[in-house]
């Protein structure tokens, strides 16, 4: 059985339905949890640098002696995320999650695109649309119609192939405002790992985070390329429980 505050370990038995409902609307809460918080962060740093002009003109009555500052409004910087998430067999209790919080937090950026990927990777944007994205993402982890649509689900993990095709087809989309963020446990099936291409994307991102669901000391074990991988990435977050998730928003939103 999963400990209370534990997400689904990849690779493992799958949840109970219960436990799987439990997780879910533990994920929605601290998602809220956090967007909340993130929303307070942006209004206590609305106000910018003074503003002369309208300083002077409101105080004219008061002969001309500054006595209201006024103070331009600043507008929060919010990043172009850009999602690749693995729905391999392996990973689907875990990405739905991650899936399911990220949802949660689009409002705080100026866009996402969200793409699937097992052996081949392809945009599930669309059929993730404003007013459906945590519902669809949640749904994943049971339910991969709307992946199968775009990418097929057999097959293994090949991490070195989809983002050789991910630099191919959409490398010039990434600018310095994208984040980049991979959701994967880096298990290559023993395949090339392809890490040039991931240097390639932090070269052009503002940066590239890694939701990683195995801990650090699986990491090079069998055919794991995490340590590999995590060279070339800003930040690595492994999430196995609750509370791993915590410090994800403010690494997602810029400070």
């Known amino acids: 059985r999963l400990a209370p505050d534990a997400l689904p370990a990849p690779g493992g038995a799958p949840p109970s339905p219960s436990e799987a409902l439990r997780v879910e609307e533990a994920v929605r809460r601290l998602a809220a949890r956090l967007k909340a918080r993130l929303v307070r962060r942006d209004r206590r740093r609305a106000r910018g640098p003074l503003s002369v002009r309208r300083t002077l003109r409101r105080n004219l009555g008061l002969g001309g002696v500054p006595a209201q500052l006024l103070f331009r409004r600043r507008r929060p910087e919010r990043p172009d995320l850009m999602v690749l998430c693995d729905v391999s067999e392996s990973m689907r209790h875990v990405t739905g999650l991650m899936l399911l919080f990220l949802g949660a937090l689009h409002a705080q950026a100026r866009r996402v695109r969200t ?66 963020v991979i959701i994967g446990d880096g298990r290559t099936n023993f395949a090339p790992p392809e890490a040039w291409a991931l240097a390639e994307l932090r070269r052009r991102a503002r940066r590239v985070l890694w939701i ?44």
Not at 220 to 228: L, Q
């Open 115 to 180: 793409f699937v990927f097992v052996d081949q990777v392809g945009e599930l944007t669309g059929l993730l649309g404003p007013g459906r994205g945590p519902r669809r993402a949640g749904g994943l982890a049971v339910d991969l119609s709307a992946a199968a649509r775009v990418i097929p689900l057999s097959g293994n993990s090949a991490y070195g192939r989809v983002f050789r095709a991910f630099v191919r087809d959409h490398l010039g989309a990434v600018t310095r405002r994208t984040t980049v």
């Open 212 to 255: 990683c669901p195995e801990p650090r000391s699986r990491w090079g074990h069998g055919d794991s390329e995490m340590a590999r991988y995590a060279v070339h990435c800003d930040r690595v977050a492994t999430v196995e429980r609750l509370a791993d998730l915590e410090g994800l928003a403010d690494a997602l939103v810029p400070r």
